[in-house]
């Protein structure tokens, strides 16, 4: 990668030292001193100390001015809400370019409930045979696969066949849009759709429910992984960990899998795409659960993700809490069920939601310290981190990344002009970040194109560069849990992918 050793960057810092005495203290502005500051602010950020080669320079002015003009027409996309950005970005070549980019072939931080685009449930899925439908109360649905007509559920219509319903609407292009607009927070009017926090989190929190009765009958979950593998892989992503919860899988006749039936299908489909694909590294499970559990269920969660990681070591790599950190409980009231695995002598790395929030100073804008303590291996988010310099400097020097998820954070009114993203500060500052989509069919947002588009030109602006993006695509290798070897490989043929890339795109 062509990185600086400590020793020279030390020399460095010293010499801006001398000279910024030299200069800047005395009152009398010497252009060399402003020189080397502004080379040192270049060098500390996210891709300041790539080495590019000739081609890989070529590409990254090309890309600059690319960059300019965005900037410089009528709308520039990241300063927009991603709802109505999303057809302008499509006709950006700067994301034509990043959709051939090889992303450092992996996506760390996506839930598995919404992995797949919506468009392949509704008319894929809903289309199959003995599939059920219910209207709830809330003006939303369910799902359910059955022989026969199911049980009536509290608050819910009675069930009734999908092919039933579709033959009495004759033409049933409308009603599949409205499963859509149920499988997804897509609006053409976000803001008004969704005023405040509350309301988008109380809208996203349906869609999985709605989505659930699908995704959890037994064949249709096999399918829904190897699609959401297949559209990662056409978007030029080879690796990914998933994080889920586990769904109780279902069958026709009513019968129900464990959750180690679903760990067993993640191995066997994961196995059976990379046999189909070589090129593609495996699929990989961080175990979730709840926030809004009590202390004896998360308890309960980590010893199972305990278990599940010794039965299951080549697809389950950790645990993680989600759910909206806000009205959640800390990870400090979690204490006696984190702290299991090393009171046990178990091995189980964490990877924590944390810092996803704009509140300061709450009881849940802890979790950032919090998550360190308990030693995560990455942090989901980390919003919030600019604010915690203790917290900052702690990740920094334990090389714990950011997961930066920049469509979600403004899809769920973190911020609204990705410009004023913190993490362009962590960006400036070269902190550990890896880049990902979160919820991508929620958002439609398909894949990892789409948050690398927004990282690279809105929350790094014109310093972002092609060292940048490819600081970026090495660190989603470097901060996986792939073991030393596997990373090794993966980057090896990672570079020989990146190296075609360039060649073709200069």
Known sequence: MGLLSSVSCWTAT???????????????????????????????????????TEPERRLSERLCELKKQEMAGP?????????????????????????????????????????????WLVKNVTYRPHCYVCFTQDKSVRFRFSTQQPLCQPQCSPWILLETLRRKMGNAT???????????????????????????????????????????HAPVFKDYLYEGLMQLYMDNVMYVELRTELPETYELDGGTHSKSWCLQTYQEVNQKFAAQH??????????????????????EAVQNAISFRKQFPEVMVG???VGHEDTGKPLWYFKEALSLPMNMGATLPYFFHAGETDWEGTEVDGN???????????????????????????????????ELCPISNQVLKLVSDLRNHPAAVLMSEG???????????????????????????????MKSHLGTLKELAINSLRYSSLSPQQKEEALALWQKKWDKFVCENL
């Open 174 to 216: 409308d009603f599949d849009h409205s499963l859509v607009q149920n499988f997804t927070l897509f609006t053409s009017d976000p803001e008004a759709a969704y005023p405040s926090q509350e309301v988008v989190w109380n809208k996203f929190e349906k869609t999985f429910s709605a989505i659930s009765g699908l995704v959890r």
């Open 368 to 402: 950032l310290l919090d998550a360190l303590l308990f030693n995560t291996s990455r942090i989901g988010h980390g919003f919030a981190l600019p604010h915690h310099p203790v917290a900052k400097e702690l990740s920094r020097k334990m090389g714990v990344p950011i």
């Open 319 to 321: 645990f993680d809490l």
């Open 14 to 52: 010293i010499s801006v030292l001398v000279l910024c005495w030299a200069g800047v203290c005395l009152g009398v502005p010497d252009p060399s001193v402003r020189d080397h500051l502004m080379q040192e602010e270049v060098f500390r950020q996210v891709g300041g100390r790539v080495l590019l």
């Open 75 to 119: 709308q520039f996309p990241p300063a927009m809400h991603f709802f109505k950005a999303r057809p302008f970005i499509r006709r950006s070549p700067i994301f034509n370019l990043l959709q051939k980019m090889p992303k450092g072939r992996a996506a760390l931080h996506i839930h598995a409930a919404s992995l797949v685009d919506v468009d």
């Open 431 to 461: 902190h550990p970040l890896v880049v990902s989509s979160d919820d991508p069919s929620m958002f439609g947002s398909t894949g990892l194109s789409y948050d690398f588009y927004e990282a690279f030109v809105g929350i790094g602006g």
């Open 278 to 299: 070589p090129d593609f590294l495996g699929a990989r499970v961080i175990f979730t659960v709840h926030r809004n559990r009590s202390p004896s269920q998360v308890k």
